[in-house]
């Protein structure tokens, strides 16, 4: 089916053994969620490639009978309009020195959705990366001219496996789907936990 436009990207930072949702200042939030909404110029693009890899082909008999399964390797290209400073840092394993400056460390775990929309706007889909790191490879600053020249946040995410999802690196979601359940997904992606039943009076 078409696809239409890039409506949110949501960040999270998860622990690398747990897989617990970081939140506070270990995380990128309170909550440890991280939707890049407009209110930082939100996201020019996400580029996903390598979704899925032809196997090797299996002959028989003088001809192609049969091919072996490979597991996708997505990446994604992502363009955001303005990040934060302290939550880009976050996102690519920068340390700071305490005085301003901020030397790489190890990556941390992030994990990330894509939502876009059918072409009637009228359903969402997803494209959930539960395990992955986000990298910075360039940065191409520029003069201004008589207009501001920007430099966009250009990072990209390199998804892996997931053992909950079959090793696996990415899971596409939709509320076309009767069963769609959101708190389940946002389980499922960025390990969200649901507070527990308060305990009902007797």
């Known amino acids: 089916m078409?696809?239409?436009?890039?409506?949110?990207?949501?960040?999270?930072?998860?622990?690398?053994?747990?897989?617990?949702?970081?939140?506070?200042d270990a995380g990128l939030s309170a909550?440890?969620?991280?939707?890049?909404?407009?209110?930082?110029l939100g996201s020019k693009s996400a580029n996903i490639t390598n979704i899925s890899a032809n196997g090797t082909a299996v002959y028989g008999n003088n001809t192609k009978v049969d091919q072996t399964q490979t597991k996708g390797e997505p990446s994604v290209a992502l363009d955001f309009n303005d990040l934060p400073f302290d939550i880009k840092q976050k996102l690519l394993g920068r340390?700071?020195?305490?005085?301003?400056?901020?030397?790489?460390?190890?990556?941390?775990?992030?994990?990330?959705?894509?939502?876009?929309?059918?072409?009637?706007?009228?359903?969402?889909?997803?494209?959930g990366f539960a395990n992955g790191e986000v990298q910075e490879t360039a940065a191409n600053l520029q003069t201004d001219t008589n207009n501001e020249v920007r430099v966009d946040d250009a990072l990209t995410f390199t998804s892996f496996g997931v053992e909950e999802w079959g090793g696996e690196a990415m899971k596409v979601y939709s509320d076309i789907d009767a069963k769609f359940d959101k708190e389940a997904m946002q389980a499922d992606v960025f390990g969200v936990t649901k507070p527990a039943p308060a305990p009902s009076g007797n």
């Open 95 to 127: 340390i700071s020195d305490g005085k301003g400056g901020y030397v790489q460390g190890d990556r941390p775990r992030v994990a990330m959705t894509i939502e876009t929309q059918t072409i009637n706007r009228k359903n969402s889909i997803w494209f």
């Open 2 to 24: 078409a696809l239409r436009g890039l409506q949110l990207i949501t960040l999270s930072m998860r622990d690398k053994e747990t897989g617990a949702l970081l939140k506070g």
């Open 31 to 40: 909550d440890g969620l991280f939707p890049v909404t407009t209110a930082m």
